[in-house]
């Protein structure tokens, strides 16, 4: 057995041309099939199986494993690394996903459950007829919310449907309405989550991202370096980042720094580190420099305009320690 390996017995949506739109997994686990390849969910699950004419599906037991470095080959294969994220058995950016979107296909999800997108007015058609009632479209994407298939604990989500199947949330970690969390990316400890965590970023332990902040992924055109926050560190609103830093740092209230940001490095009140030495004097720096730098508060002069990087002083921000008491 090896724990870079999953396994999980899963319920597939099966359309009745043969192609699957979807497999949950309720219990998927790291290694190989179990001895007794877990009888009592099985037993479920195959209880479970049925056919539904309006939407064009039927539902079928899968036995499915993967090698997580591997990237997917197959839907099931693809839905089960997102179950193994969202269950938190492994951190984003641990498991190979390269090429998911191809994978997966674009489904419609609905009140009813999920629909092949081809020719989808004619099963809203069969759907409406067979409920007496309207189907509710809740989306067209290729992947699902989150909470659809996996809810973990110790967490609050103000809109499900912010995040995505795929999204690894710690205990502790507050989504308010307006926040969304993409796939493969998350927090690794409490946090709070007004703005946008974009696909393989990851927020550390008592971080807050402000209302309206953003976060630069990989999916359309970013950079190579993978953007991360590190743990006590303040993305104020409307603001954005576009590089990795480390602890205890603030970007202030509207401010995107990107990797090609010319700042304005002031060392006065402490020595700010870069990513190949320390700063000791002011010097001006594209922010790629300060990649990974701890205690440090990004800010633009309000006279000047300059986008401007000062030592900071004391701890990181506390979070209100109620608010994140999930209980």
Not at 66 to 73: G, H, M, N, Q, T
Not at 95 to 105: A, E, H, T, W
Not at 107 to 128: H, I, K, N, Q, Y
Not at 186 to 199: A, D, K, N, P, Y
Request: charged share 20%; hydrophobic share 40%; glycine share 14%.
């Amino acid at each position: 057995m090896t724990t870079r390996s999953a396994w999980g017995l899963g319920l597939a949506t099966v359309t009745d041309d043969g192609n699957t739109l979807d497999v949950w997994y309720p219990k998927p686990i790291l290694g190989d099939e179990p001895a007794d390849g877990d009888a009592a969910l099985l037993s479920t699950l195959t209880a479970m199986e049925r056919r539904d004419a309006a939407r064009g599906t039927h539902t079928t037991v899968v036995r499915t494993w993967v090698d997580l470095d591997d990237a997917p080959e197959t839907v099931a294969g693809a839905y089960l690394r997102l179950h193994v994220l969202s269950h938190r058995l492994a951190l984003p950016n641990t498991v190979n996903l390269d090429g998911i979107f191809s994978r997966l296909p674009n489904v419609v999800w609905t009140s009813a459950g999920p629909c092949a997108a081809d020719d989808f007015e004619t099963t809203r058609t069969r759907l409406r007829a067979a409920l007496g009632r309207p189907v509710q479209v809740l989306s067209v994407d290729k992947f699902p919310r989150m909470t659809d298939y996996v809810l973990p604990s110790g967490v609050r989500i103000g809109n499900a449907a912010n995040v995505r199947l795929g999204a690894y949330l710690a205990e502790g970690t507050t989504i308010m309405h307006a926040g969304f969390v993409n796939y493969n990316a998350g927090t690794l400890g409490r946090s709070m989550v007004e703005g946008r965590i974009s696909q393989g970023v990851v927020i550390g332990d008592g971080s807050d991202v402000g209302g309206g902040a953003s976060t630069m992924g990989m999916l359309s055109g970013g950079g190579r370096q993978r953007v991360a926050l590190g743990e006590r560190c303040l993305l104020g609103a409307n603001s954005g980042l576009g590089i990795p830093l480390g602890d205890d740092c603030v970007v202030e209230a509207g401010l995107y720094v990107t990797a090609g940001t010319k700042v304005s490095v002031l060392p006065s009140g402490g020595v700010v580190p870069g990513k190949h030495g320390l700063f000791q004097e002011p010097r001006v720096v594209s922010a790629r420099e300060l990649a990974g730098a701890s205690n440090v508060l990004f800010r633009r002069n309000s006279q000047s305009g300059a986008v401007e990087a000062m030592a900071r002083g004391g701890k990181g921000i506390e979070l209100n320690s109620a608010l994140h008491a999930h209980q």
